[in-house]
């Protein structure tokens, strides 16, 4: 078997959403948190999307978590960095609840299982645009463990996102691999199978497909779980 590490994404893959959903709840309940000290709904979410598209175009000289917050700084003064606390109350605290907006597969443990099973190393290739204390409870949504992961990326320990190919070159670097030794799981045609310019095998998981570009995909391996066993098979 030529594969030696799978990466797989997170959200619409080992855990099953509907984007736009999840979205919906997590931005929803964030606002009711940070509603009491003072931030309008509206403009708090204007706000982190700014910082995430900060983030997404990060240039590698910061982390994404200091760019974050330097963009939210930048539009709400001193006064962002002193509530950094309550945000992370609210993932303590209240995230857990968003978990009502996604749904599950049993199959994304029975994946994991056998491939860990086998020897293979894996990663957790999850846009690095939440804290990892965010990535942790969605890993556990998932039914899984932080720690059946080598590594899973954060805001805290990346410098790029998807769909930059410097990502999956951080990830490279970070694991000694080449990248003909890897495959890429994910559900996202944009940011997950880019893995491919980079010298990565890939495999798109139809099951939460998001193709925004509407590309075409009949060029890529793809399917449900089973149609990812039968592929890493082959491999």
Same mark, same amino acid.
């Given at each position: 078997?030529?594969?030696?590490?799978?990466?797989?994404? %997170?959200?619409?893959?080992? =855990?099953?959403?509907? &984007?736009?959903?999840? !979205?919906?709840?997590?931005?929803?309940? =964030?606002? &009711?948190? %940070?509603?009491?000290?003072?931030?309008?709904?509206?403009? %708090?979410?204007?706000?982190?999307?700014?910082? !995430?598209? +900060?983030?997404?175009?990060?240039?590698?000289?910061?982390?994404? $978590? $200091?760019?974050?917050?330097?963009?939210?700084?930048?539009?709400?003064?001193?006064? +962002?960095?002193?509530?950094?606390?309550?945000?992370?109350?609210?993932?303590? &605290?209240?995230?857990?609840?968003?978990?009502?907006?996604?749904?599950?597969?049993?199959?994304? #443990?029975?994946?994991?299982?056998?491939?860990?099973?086998?020897?293979?190393?894996?990663?957790?290739?999850?846009?690095?645009?939440?804290?990892?204390?965010? !990535? &942790?409870?969605?890993?556990?949504?998932?039914? %899984? #463990?932080?720690?059946?992961?080598?590594?899973?990326?954060?805001?805290?320990?990346?410098? *790029?996102?998807?769909?930059?190919?410097?990502?999956?070159?951080?990830?490279?670097?970070?694991?000694?691999?080449?990248?003909?030794?890897?495959?890429?799981?994910?559900?996202?045609?944009?940011?997950?199978?880019?893995? $491919? !310019?980079?010298?990565?095998?890939?495999?798109?998981? /139809?099951?939460?497909?998001?193709?925004? @570009? *509407?590309?075409?995909? /009949?060029?890529?391996?793809?399917?449900?779980?089973?149609? =990812?066993? @039968?592929?890493?098979?082959?491999?």
């Amino acid at each position: 078997m030529s594969i030696k590490v799978v990466l797989f994404d %997170l959200d619409g893959t080992l =855990l099953p959403m509907d &984007q736009g959903v999840f !979205t919906k709840t997590y931005f929803g309940l =964030l606002a &009711q948190k %940070l509603a009491p000290i003072g931030y309008d709904p509206k403009g %708090l979410v204007d706000a982190i999307w700014s910082g !995430t598209a +900060a983030m997404v175009k990060n240039g590698g000289v910061k982390t994404n $978590e $200091e760019v974050f917050w330097d963009k939210f700084a930048e539009i709400y003064g001193d006064k +962002a960095r002193k509530d950094i606390i309550y945000f992370e109350e609210y993932y303590q &605290q209240d995230f857990d609840k968003v978990k009502a907006s996604c749904g599950f597969n049993s199959m994304s #443990k029975e994946v994991v299982d056998k491939l860990k099973e086998r020897g293979i190393r894996l990663a957790l290739a999850t846009n690095p645009i939440f804290p990892a204390i965010a !990535t &942790q409870k969605r890993i556990r949504w998932a039914g %899984l #463990k932080p720690e059946d992961f080598e590594i899973y990326t954060t805001y805290e320990n990346s410098r *790029h996102c998807k769909p930059n190919p410097e990502y999956y070159r951080d990830i490279l670097k970070t694991l000694n691999v080449k990248p003909e030794e890897c495959l890429m799981v994910g559900n996202d045609v944009a940011e997950d199978m880019v893995a $491919e !310019t980079v010298g990565m095998k890939v495999f798109l998981l /139809s099951d939460c497909l998001i193709n925004k @570009e *509407h590309k075409d995909i /009949s060029k890529y391996p793809r399917g449900d779980f089973y149609k =990812l066993m @039968e592929f890493i098979e082959k491999c």
